[in-house]
């Protein structure tokens, strides 16, 4: 539309934009950046278009242990977020503190618009590896976007793309070391600097420790061969070492102090000593079953999603790397055996690194989790490794470039994200997370939470004064709460207040108010406790899936 045609006042708008983008230095920023920019608002856009993300991830911990961490209620509640309590909160604090400050839909953008940068460096590796044109790596990036997980994760706070950032990129500055000596200072200051950004990912969220793992041993192959090899992965590690502690370090010394586990509730028995040290270890419910899923596990996942995951979802992107990995396995090793030479337009080193950090990636994350989200950096990794792969194969040029355009316009349109929960956004400046709390008793109230459901996000909006205590939880959690040191804290609080009594509840999924509500009653009458009939009242929040939360009153009755 021409200018002349606008009213005045949108003229004289339309004529200072022009003046603006015209005074934008675009011809000295590198293209990089631009696209990096463009993903970052592409992504920041839809998280705020979209319905707003209500996870239980979030509705149990996200929120619940940066208030807890920030306002200093490490001592007042017992398992109010389950055993995901004793998650480092470090990484939710700027969730939390901008909840506070920005409308929910603002948020959601800053959100989607972190997630988009992986946009960028999906889009500078691919052209780091492939050599190829922009176009090429543009198209590579957008897939690698728009996988299932991604997709899923748009706008929430899971953070996995956090972890696919840290390693892409440790990766780039892996492939594009600057000119510098191997085993002096400046040399192995980079190899220290090159382990950080994975480190960094891996102390938010130690579910990237498989990769953190991965790229050390893959930065020593890639490296191998020049002088100092040896040194330089030592310096990547302590780099990836120091990155890990820089955020996580903090609150590992406090686990270490409050259960003498550093790494509680993960990886049980590794440290002994302590209340809580050598309680049951992680979530293990997705780990391959039998030696027949431990070899396929990417053909089982990809056609029966509910082995990884608690949701459904559909994306045949892990199985087609899985299927093509004979590739690297065979011609990568001759490959790797010549001097000079290269391998379907990729080098040698640089094709047997990438490949053997999706293996070991892969392998740490199948040993560990075997969660999909987890393996996130993989998934938005695929679309590379699979046109590596098949570029690499013993055909002519135009039957590989047809088959690789083939499979991934085959992945790309059969792609089905997860629904992890998400509700509709309320007004203009509402916040992300928001809820009314009815009056309670005119002294403290202890708030009992009874059942698998995520309640915690509500806590922050109670009376000070209020006290939390979980009385049932999960399968996951159940095994906590029966360790003599959470069953004598839950006795000690039940038997030391005198004052308002309540039990939180919520419906989730498809279930039933009144299911609900017989399921919390059976948990509560093992404490000899009951509901007071007709005492529930309905909390307005903004996080809701089902149906309102209701807050019951207690009664004290003989106990079982």
Not at 13 to 36: H, N, Q
Request: aromatic residues 12%; positive net charge; proline residues 7%.
């Amino acid at each position: 539309m021409r200018i002349e045609r606008l009213g005045p006042d949108a003229r004289r708008g339309a004529r200072r934009l022009r003046a603006i983008v015209a005074a934008l230095p675009l011809e000295e920023l590198p293209a990089g950046w631009l696209i990096t920019i463009a993903g970052m608002l592409a992504f920041g856009v839809a998280a705020a278009l979209i319905d707003k993300c209500s996870s239980w991830d979030l509705r149990n911990y996200h929120y619940y242990n940066a208030y807890r961490f920030w306002q200093g209620g490490e001592n007042r509640d017992v398992l109010a977020a389950h055993i995901q309590t004793y998650l480092n909160p470090l990484p939710d604090l700027p969730f939390y503190w901008l909840n506070g400050i920005l409308p929910g839909r603002a948020l959601a953008f800053l959100l989607g618009a972190l997630q988009g940068i992986n946009f960028g460096l999906l889009y500078a590796l691919a052209r780091r590896v492939l050599r190829g044109g922009a176009a090429i790596a543009l198209g590579l990036a957008a897939i690698g976007m728009i996988g299932a997980g991604s997709i899923g994760e748009i706008g929430s706070t899971f953070y996995d793309y956090l972890s696919a950032m840290g390693a892409f990129v440790s990766l780039l500055m892996m492939l594009c070391p600057p000119e510098r000596g191997e085993t002096n200072r400046p040399g192995l200051l980079w190899a220290f600097a090159c382990g950080l950004p994975i480190g960094l990912a891996t102390g938010a969220k130690l579910t990237a420790a498989p990769y953190a793992a991965a790229f050390v041993v893959t930065y020593f192959v890639f490296r191998r061969g020049n002088p100092g090899a040896l040194i330089q992965a030592a310096a990547c590690a302590c780099g990836a070492a120091v990155g890990t502690l820089s955020i996580g370090g903090y609150w590992m010394a406090h686990l270490w102090a409050a259960t003498g586990d550093p790494l509680f509730p993960f990886f049980g028995g590794l440290f002994p000593g302590g209340e809580l040290a050598g309680a049951p270890s992680r979530d293990n419910r997705f780990l391959p079953r039998s030696l027949a899923e431990w070899l396929l596990y990417p053909l089982v996942v990809t056609f029966i999603p509910g082995r990884s995951a608690e949701v459904e979802w559909r994306d045949y992107r892990l199985l087609l790397m899985f299927l093509l990995a004979a590739v690297p396995l065979w011609r990568g090793w001759r490959l790797g055996r010549r001097r000079g030479g290269e391998f379907g337009g990729v080098e040698p080193r640089v094709f047997g690194a990438l490949s053997l950090f999706v293996g070991l990636s892969y392998l740490g994350w199948l040993g560990l989790f075997s969660i999909w989200r987890y393996a996130l950096p993989l998934e938005m990794l695929s679309p590379l490794i699979i046109v590596m792969w098949v570029r690499a194969l013993p055909l002519p040029e135009a039957a590989r470039n047809g088959a690789a355009i083939g499979l991934l316009v085959a992945v790309t349109v059969t792609v089905r994200p997860p629904d992890w929960g998400r509700v509709p956004w309320g007004p203009w400046r509402e916040p992300f997370v928001e809820a009314s709390i009815p009056a309670t008793g005119p002294g403290p109230t202890l708030v009992l939470l009874a059942g698998h459901q995520a309640t915690a996000w509500l806590i922050p909006f109670f009376p000070e004064a209020a006290r939390f205590v979980r009385i049932s939880s999960d399968t996951l959690s159940r095994r906590y709460l029966r360790l003599p040191f959470f069953e004598t804290s839950i006795d000690a609080n039940l038997r030391q207040h005198r004052d308002d009594l309540r039990v939180l509840i919520t419906t989730e999924e498809e279930e039933e108010r009144d299911v609900v509500l017989r399921s919390a009653e059976d948990d509560l009458a093992q404490w000899g406790l009951a509901v007071e009939p007709g005492s529930c009242i309905a909390i307005a929040g903004n996080l809701a899936i089902n149906g309102p939360p209701q807050l019951c009153r207690v009664r004290r009755m003989a106990r079982r």
